[in-house]
């Protein structure tokens, strides 16, 4: 589409813009262009000042149809959604929330002093580690959203060649797949107390990896037009990258509380 129909027509709905370039009478939406940075920034502080409707809606294009939700927000088709940025918070403030409650972080402490112990560490240590683990679920939102910039430029590095995508967007595909995966967290954490009882030891890093795998291979094929295998040996390697970004925060976050280096 040429940028002087992209100006004249409504990206959302392909209503006539009259005059171009200003807000759509029939969806309100305003001139959609390409996602930037600051456009990222905007739809965060967004989130803490108006709330849209149709949240209830944007669960199974999340879930389901990912992919398409990428497609659409990277084709300027925004109005229709529920802000993936706004639900993201929305999600991972509850998903704190059910952390707290269960002591999900707390049992995973747990297994850690169990095994740490067993080489003789010392009752300060051990205490260090349970308050470690405390902390990692009592601000599991913000350690969460912290790491979110760094697995998108692991996304980039990925998919920038092939796709076109810039930082920003690749911040979008994380955006969504993290809503999927913050739903997904949401029944495991009960699910695992009510299954497996209080045994220390629990992780939910295999169903991060797995459910990233899988979303960004949808994401690949439904919304950047990848083939399958291509889809999926991008997924596999930006999980890769965001698994090992992700345990090397954790691991010198760690040692620095635990062992102070």
């Not at 965060?44 to 659409?72: C, M, N, W």
């Not at 049992?107 to 112990?117: C, D, N, S, T």
Request: with cysteine; net charge positive.
């Amino acid at each position: 589409m040429s940028d002087a129909l992209a100006n004249a027509l409504c990206l959302n709905c392909g209503h006539a813009l009259a005059p171009p370039g200003c807000f759509c009478p029939r969806c309100g939406q305003t001139p959609a262009h390409r996602l930037s940075t600051a456009h990222v920034g905007h739809e965060v502080l967004h989130v803490f000042t108006h709330a849209d409707k149709g949240i209830f809606a944007f669960l199974p294009q999340v879930l389901l149809r990912p992919g398409q939700l990428v497609a659409d927000f990277l084709a300027g088709r925004r109005k229709r959604h529920f802000s993936p940025f706004q639900f993201l918070l929305l999600a991972v403030g509850l998903v704190t929330v059910v952390a707290q409650k269960t002591g999900y972080y707390d049992l995973v402490g747990e297994g850690v002093q169990a095994r740490i112990a067993q080489s003789g560490a010392t009752p300060l240590v051990l205490s260090k580690v349970s308050t470690y683990f405390h902390s990692l679920g009592q601000y599991f939102n913000v350690w969460w959203l912290l790491l979110l910039p760094l697995h998108a430029a692991g996304t980039w590095l990925v998919y920038r060649r092939r796709t076109g995508l810039n930082y920003a967007e690749a911040v979008l595909v994380q955006v969504v797949v993290g809503c999927a995966f913050q739903l997904w967290l949401l029944l495991f954490l009960p699910t695992v107390l009510l299954l497996v009882g209080r045994q220390p030891g629990a992780s939910s890093a295999l169903l991060q990896g797995l459910i990233t795998l899988a979303y960004l291979t949808l994401v690949g094929r439904q919304g950047l037009g990848l083939t399958w295998g291509g889809a999926a040996w991008r997924a596999a390697a930006a999980g890769l990258l965001g698994a090992f970004i992700t345990f090397g925060v954790n691991y010198a976050a760690f040692n620095w509380h635990v062992y102070g280096h």
